[in-house]
Nanobody, 116 residues
Framework: QVQLVESGGGVVQSGGSLLLSCAAS????????MSWYRQAPGKERKLVAF????????NYADSVKGRFIISRDDVKNTVYLQMNALKPEDTALYYC?????????WGQGTQVTVSS
């Protein structure tokens, strides 16, 4: 029943921006922290950004600090990742995720490709 559906990925040139969205359903969205992860070809899946249940606390991977912004809208049950000043190394499949009790939930991912 828990579903996370990412959207907003695409192809962009270096220096460009994209806004990723993750629509959540099947659980009380406002009661859980949310995260964005990414996985590049041949690489491990890595945490990109985290936002607390309240939306007050956020954390970012060093590689995206100052460029990416995570936010949430509890009315729309959506978590966002605003990506600015994109670099080729940002190319990856981006996933949103949450943990409900002991279970991790993941979306299907949205592809971001940054050309040089």
């Amino acid at each position: 029943q828990v579903q996370l559906v990412e959207s907003g990925g695409g192809v962009v040139q270096s220096g460009g921006s994209l806004l990723l969205s993750c629509a959540a359903s099947g659980f009380l969205f406002s009661g859980y922290a949310m995260s964005w992860y990414r996985q590049a070809p041949g690489k491990e899946r890595k945490l990109v950004a985290f936002i607390s249940m309240s939306g007050i606390n956020t954390n970012y991977a060093d590689s995206v600090k100052g460029r990416f912004i995570i936010s949430r809208d509890d009315v729309k049950n959506t978590v966002y990742l605003q990506m600015n000043a994109l670099k080729p190394e940002d190319t990856a499949l981006y996933y949103c995720a949450t943990s409900i009790r002991t279970i991790e939930y993941w979306g299907q991912g949205t592809q971001v490709t940054v050309s040089s």
